[in-house]
């Protein structure tokens, strides 16, 4: 008896590793922004909760009919019942399990008087959790449930994105169709007065048919514009999981974001981004995991009983029955799947690896999106700075050459490059408009913004 305690206990000390717990894993994130945050200034804009982000009406119904019907979303929520269910299955290995086993049986020997047994236990199995295999089952199964919950949330912020930038998209195509439009007809009215002069002299069929090819290339340029909305309108209804349709919306002109968008620090991004956060739940489900498979290589303590009525003693007595007791104990110890156990073991460790790897290359991709989306709002707005005084510009030359056109003999040429110059660069700035805008939501969606929100509207 000594003995096998002996053993026991050096099995139990050379099994301490099952049983150990999840520690994060050291992960740098200084200067993964690829800027000098420096200040330290943990604000961050993803703490905005989206419908007070986006301030336009119209996007915040739109998002929170996309938040209600969207069937990725939708299907992300049955994901986090069936995980509830599993770990509600996985908390039970706790406790005992119980089973009414009833039986019953006829038998006569030599023609003798029938007789007739039966027992009627309720029978309970209760595996102690010596070694963590239930223990480490019921953590796994835990992360997965968070795991769950956090992919929902990253659903969520893709959506709230989605919506965002398809929604200005379309207020960006409004835009420039309403100026194609207004330089349609002003063009139109040019050629006209340019008819006129023709008549008077002053200029030749060629510049006429000249600038009549570039009134119908921006006509035609409009049902290129009307095209592209048809196609936003319809990816958005799909997106709202309803019939494509017409969208409601305001005009580019209304939107307003702050200048000053504050991203906080790095770190910052292990707690907000529900990616990152995820990527970390299977790494903890990988651990958990191979403990799980360690303690598949040492012995399972098991305890069973029954307890019920029966008539069977090992000889014929008659109604009622006696009480029935009985108990056991088993410990089991794996010997010939010993190897199969270990390679299981060595799958587990390198999966846990390999999702150490995929975490810490989350993180950096979380880092590189924050910056592009800084890049990308710094270089719009100094851009616009730019494109404004080319338009300012060209606005100028547009005027003196139609003011030259009714008074001198300036060439054709000269009014038709002027014109389309202006065009270009009025076309030109409404697209950077909304790359900043486009720059400003994917900051707020890289930094983890649009989560845990609750949303009405009406």
Known sequence: M???????????LSSC?????????DITTDGIFGIEYGSGDTTTI?????????????????????????????????????????????????YPSFNFVPEGSLGSFDNSKTSKVYSIPVAASWE???????????????????????????????????????????????????????TAESW??????????????????????????????????????????????NALSVLLFRIPGKIERSSLDEQAFPEELSYGVPV?????????RSAELDLIQAHYSTNEARANLYPSLRLSGSAGWTNS?????????????????????????????????????????????????????????????????????????????????LETAVEATQLLMTHSSTSYLEILAAQQSLLGAQLGQIAEKFTEIQGIINLYHALGGGTDTEYKFR
Do not use: H
């Not at 992300?76 to 039970?92: F, G, M, V």
């Open 313 to 393: 003693t090992g000889s014929f007595i008659v109604n009622p029955g006696k009480l029935l007791l009985a108990a056991a104990a088993s410990l089991t110890q794996p010997i010939f799947n010993q190897r199969l156990n270990r390679t299981q073991l060595e799958i587990m460790q390198a999966q846990q690896e390999i999702a150490a790897l995929q975490f810490q290359q989350t993180v950096l991709n979380a880092g590189a999106e924050v910056n592009d989306a800084l890049t990308q709002i710094q270089t719009s707005r100094e851009k616009m700075a730019y494109i404004d005084k080319q338009i300012a510009s």
């Open 268 to 276: 910052q991004l292990l707690s907000k981004r529900p990616d990152v």
């Open 128 to 182: 102690i959790d010596i070694f963590g295999r239930i223990d480490n089952a019921k953590k796994r199964t835990q992360a997965a449930y968070e795991q769950s919950l956090e992919y929902t949330q990253a659903v969520q912020s893709s959506i709230v994105a989605t919506v965002a930038n398809m929604y200005y998209t379309l207020l960006m195509l409004d835009k420039q169709y309403e100026l194609s439009v207004k």
């Open 17 to 25: 590793g099952v049983r150990k717990q999840y520690s994060s894993p």
């Open 46 to 94: 993803a703490d905005i909760e989206w419908n007070k982000m986006f301030s336009d009406r119209y996007l915040q119904e739109l998002i929170g009919l996309a938040l209600d019907n969207n069937s990725d979303l939708n299907m992300a929520r049955l994901r986090i019942q069936q995980a509830e269910s599993s770990l509600k299955s996985a908390k039970l290995g706790y």
């Open 188 to 233: 139109k009215t040019t050629i006209e007065v340019m008819r006129r002069m023709m008549d008077a002299g002053m200029f030749n069929l060629a510049g006429i048919a000249q600038s009549e090819a570039y009134y119908y290339s921006v006509e035609a340029s409009l049902f290129d514009l009307r095209e592209s909305i048809n196609q936003i309108e």
């Open 2 to 12: 000594k003995k096998i305690i002996i053993i026991l206990s050096a099995v139990i």
